[in-house]
C-alpha cells in the first residue's frame, strides 16, 4: 500500500486478555517504531526495529509488552495479561532507516481494556 | 532519561492571528521534527531541522533549530481553521539509532 497501515482500527478486550496489533509498514522502509498515546498525552516510544539488528526495547513499559518484525516487513505488538491502564492509541511508524529519518506514521489502533 | 518540554499546551486563537510554540530539551538532538496530528489519525510531518541555527520554512509555517541544540520553535503565520489540531514537536539524537523523543504537543483551537 501507499501507507503504513494498522490493524485493527479498534480493538476493545476484557482486563487479562492478551492482544494483538498489526503494523505493514510502507514497501522498502527498513526502520519501523511502535510509539504509546495516551487520552490527551504525546507519543511514548515503545520499540524501535532497524533491519536485522536488536531491536531498541528500552521505551516497553512492562515484561507484558513485546514486539516482533518478520521478515523485515510487518511487525505485531503483544500485550500479555491487558490492564486498563493500557488502554491507549497504539501508533506505528516506518522509515528508510539509514537513508533517511522522516517517520511516515499509521493511523494507529486504538486499544480500550474494559 | 530524555525529555522535551513543550508549550504552550494548548491555544486558542482567532483565524488569521499569527502562532507561536517551542520545545526546550536537557539534552543536545541532531534533529529536530514537528508533527500535526488530526483527530482520529496519526501525525504527519511538517517540517524537519537538521542544523542547529537552521530556519526552515513550508508555506505559513517556519521552524527553527536552536544554536544550542537543545530547543526549537514553530510559527503559524495568519491562521486558517484547518490549522487545528495538535502539534508535536520531537527529537532524534540521530547516533546509532533513530529513537524519537516526542513532546506532550500542543493543541490548537481555531475560532472562524
Known amino acids: 500500500g501507499a501507507g503504513v497501515s494498522q490493524s485493527p482500527s479498534n480493538k476493545v478486550t476484557e482486563k487479562g486478555k492478551d492482544v494483538e496489533l498489526r503494523c505493514d509498514p510502507i514497501s522498502g522502509h527498513t526502520a519501523l517504531y511502535w510509539y504509546r498515546q495516551s487520552l490527551g498525552q504525546g507519543l511514548e516510544f515503545l520499540i524501535y526495529f532497524q533491519g536485522n539488528s536488536a531491536p531498541d526495547k528500552s521505551g516497553l513499559p512492562s515484561d507484558r509488552f513485546s514486539a516482533e518484525r518478520t521478515g523485515g516487513s510487518v511487525s505485531t505488538l503483544t500485550i500479555q495479561r491487558t490492564q486498563q491502564e493500557d488502554s491507549a492509541v497504539y501508533l506505528c511508524?516506518?522509515?528508510?532507516?539509514?537513508?533517511?529519518?522522516?517517520?511516515?506514521f499509521g493511523p494507529g489502533t486504538r486499544l480500550l481494556v474494559l | 532519561g530524555q525529555q522535551l518540554n513543550q508549550s504552550p499546551q494548548s491555544m486558542f486563537i482567532q483565524e488569521g492571528e499569527d502562532v507561536s510554540m517551542n520545545c526546550t530539551s536537557s539534552?543536545?538532538?541532531?534533529?529536530w521534527l514537528w508533527y500535526k496530528q488530526d483527530p482520529g489519525e496519526g501525525p504527519v510531518l511538517l517540517i524537519a531541522?537538521?542544523?542547529?541555527?537552521e530556519l526552515t520554512s513550508n508555506g505559513r509555517l517556519t521552524a527553527q533549530f536552536g544554536i544550542t541544540r537543545k530547543d526549537s520553535f514553530l510559527n503559524i503565520s495568519a491562521s486558517i481553521p484547518s490549522d487545528v489540531g495538535i502539534y508535536f514537536c520531537?527529537?532524534?539524537?540521530?547516533?546509532?539509532?533513530?529513537?524519537?523523543?516526542f513532546g506532550a504537543g500542543t493543541r490548537l483551537f481555531v475560532k472562524a
Open positions: 539534552s543536545i538532538f541532531n534533529t
Open positions: 511508524a516506518s522509515s528508510l532507516g539509514r537513508l533517511g529519518k522522516t517517520q511516515y
Open positions: 520531537a527529537g532524534q539524537l540521530g547516533t546509532g539509532g533513530f529513537k524519537t523523543i
Open positions: 531541522l537538521y542544523k542547529a541555527g
